[in-house]
């Protein structure tokens, strides 16, 4: 079974991750303590996921290391949060935060406006500081500013993607598993390894 050490210590993404890729043994941060990844500098996040799968990889030398990041984009906002996704609210950002910084900056907005949105990700590969692959997956949908769900984490309880009515906080794990942005760009990396590695 390849060894596979994804760049995070979100349990959560862990978790999602393990889940769409079996047949792979997967770890993460949380099992290489001290390992400290670099500050996430990058203005995409393309750079963003090399940044951090770069930074893992030059202290596992030998291991294969992904990293994704990702975010909300919402277009009423210019594409914010974007790359600042995860530091939304400031420095030391929590989910709920990130969340409560987003409807505040949802009600200033003048009118009506419709709150198309996507969740974006780019995952990148790197074994011994070299970028073997780059896979990027979107998930477009809308807004509501009424949390709904308790399930996922980030941004879910306030997304409902394309052709649903519920919440990413809502609909079952394996639902999201099928079409969030993380499982679509996890196909095109899956299966460049599947055929690459």
Same mark, same amino acid.
């Given at each position: 079974m390849p060894s596979l050490v994804f760049a995070t210590s979100n349990a959560h993404k862990t978790q999602e991750v393990r889940a769409m890729m079996p047949g792979f043994d997967i770890s993460d941060l949380r099992d290489h303590p001290g390992l400290i990844l670099p500050e996430e #500098?990058?203005? #995409?996040?393309?750079?963003?996921?090399?940044?951090?799968?770069?930074?893992?990889?030059?202290? !596992?030398?030998?291991?294969?290391?992904?990293?994704? /990041? &990702?975010?909300?984009?919402? /277009?009423? !906002?210019?594409?914010?949060?974007?790359?600042?996704?995860?530091?939304?609210?400031?420095?030391?950002? #929590? /989910?709920? &935060?990130?969340?409560e910084k987003l409807k505040l900056e949802i009600a200033k907005l003048p009118g009506s406006p419709a709150l198309t949105a996507r969740f974006r990700c780019c995952m990148a590969l790197v074994r011994d500081g070299r970028t073997l692959h780059v896979a990027h997956g979107t998930v477009e949908g809308c807004l509501i500013t009424q949390e709904q769900g308790a399930g996922g984490f980030g941004y879910d309880p306030l997304f409902v993607p394309e052709g649903f009515e519920d919440t990413f906080g809502v609909l079952p794990a394996e639902t999201k598993n099928q079409l969030s942005h993380r499982a679509r760009a996890l196909a095109q990396m899956s299966a460049w390894m599947r055929e690459n590695l």
């Amino acid at each position: 079974m390849p060894s596979l050490v994804f760049a995070t210590s979100n349990a959560h993404k862990t978790q999602e991750v393990r889940a769409m890729m079996p047949g792979f043994d997967i770890s993460d941060l949380r099992d290489h303590p001290g390992l400290i990844l670099p500050e996430e #500098t990058g203005e #995409t996040f393309e750079a963003n996921a090399i940044i951090k799968a770069a930074g893992g990889s030059a202290h !596992l030398p030998g291991l294969l290391v992904l990293a994704d /990041d &990702s975010g909300l984009e919402v /277009d009423a !906002l210019g594409g914010a949060p974007g790359v600042r996704s995860a530091r939304y609210s400031g420095e030391n950002a #929590t /989910d709920a &935060s990130n969340r409560e910084k987003l409807k505040l900056e949802i009600a200033k907005l003048p009118g009506s406006p419709a709150l198309t949105a996507r969740f974006r990700c780019c995952m990148a590969l790197v074994r011994d500081g070299r970028t073997l692959h780059v896979a990027h997956g979107t998930v477009e949908g809308c807004l509501i500013t009424q949390e709904q769900g308790a399930g996922g984490f980030g941004y879910d309880p306030l997304f409902v993607p394309e052709g649903f009515e519920d919440t990413f906080g809502v609909l079952p794990a394996e639902t999201k598993n099928q079409l969030s942005h993380r499982a679509r760009a996890l196909a095109q990396m899956s299966a460049w390894m599947r055929e690459n590695l």
